[in-house]
């Protein structure tokens, strides 16, 4: 089946700093990727779609410049928390599909990655 | 506005009964339904997946129905084991490059 990896798959940081994860499909091109947030006993809650080679769209109330996500490849996005807060403390999932392939929303999970931010 | 529900937050089952969760959405019309099966700390990883033309599908100990006049999916696991026990999180899928929408999921254990 089709694997999707993040790294790091946990990360602490300073107040302040900005943190980078990224999300790997390693069998398959991801036309599109996925990135949700989820806090302890929540749902996911999505924060971004990216399209391969084109801008993230963002959900309501996400802030595109303080959460920036680039999908320059079809195999890699990336999302970069820039000057992070305690608050942005998070299990931070992407998921990955191939649009071409696929008439109904198959998604690939990726493993998570905590971040947790003193 | 679109939303999903699973009635329980937390179910407890003895080993070897049928465990069953409920999903149910409003004012949306999804193409598909999707549960999946998240462990702590982990990702999601896809179980199944039924079409709104569907009424039942099954995968080994996993039953599956979807009743778009009730606007419900069942979720069943039969001969539940704990290694069954885990949060599983049903997902409206219009298809297309929408984004699935989650509901909030149901902690399932099963005790031995």
């Known amino acids: 089946g089709a694997v999707v990896s993040q790294h790091p798959s946990w990360v602490i940081c300073k107040s302040g700093t900005s943190v980078k994860i990224e999300c790997r499909s390693l069998?398959?091109?991801?036309?599109?990727m996925f990135w949700y947030r989820q806090f302890p006993k929540q749902s996911l809650m999505l924060m971004a779609t990216s399209n391969e080679g084109s801008k993230a769209t963002y959900e309501q109330g996400v802030e595109k410049d303080k959460f920036l996500i680039n999908h320059a490849s079809l195999t890699l996005s990336t999302l970069t928390v820039t000057s992070a807060h305690p608050e942005d403390s998070s299990f931070y999932i992407c998921?990955?599909?191939?649009?071409?392939?696929?008439?109904?929303?198959?998604?690939?999970f990726g493993p998570g990655t905590r971040l947790t931010v003193l | 506005s679109q939303k999903i529900e699973q009635n329980s937050e937390a179910l407890n089952i003895q080993e070897g009964k049928t465990a069953t969760l409920t999903c149910n959405y409003t004012?949306?019309?999804?193409?598909?339904l999707q549960w999946y099966r998240q462990d702590p700390g982990r990702g999601p990883v896809f179980l199944l997946l039924i079409r709104e033309n569907e009424k039942e599908k099954r995968k080994e100990r996993l039953k599956v129905t979807f009743d778009t006049t009730l606007k419900q999916s069942l979720f069943h696991i039969t001969a539940s084991q704990p290694a069954d026990s885990a949060t599983y999180l049903c997902a409206l899928d219009n298809s297309g490059n929408t984004p699935l929408v989650f509901g909030k999921g149901t902690r399932l254990s099963v005790i031995a």
């Open positions: 998921s990955a599909r191939d649009s071409r392939t696929s008439s109904y929303n198959e998604q690939f």
């Open positions: 004012n949306y019309s999804p193409a598909y």
């Open positions: 069998d398959f091109q991801a036309t599109t």
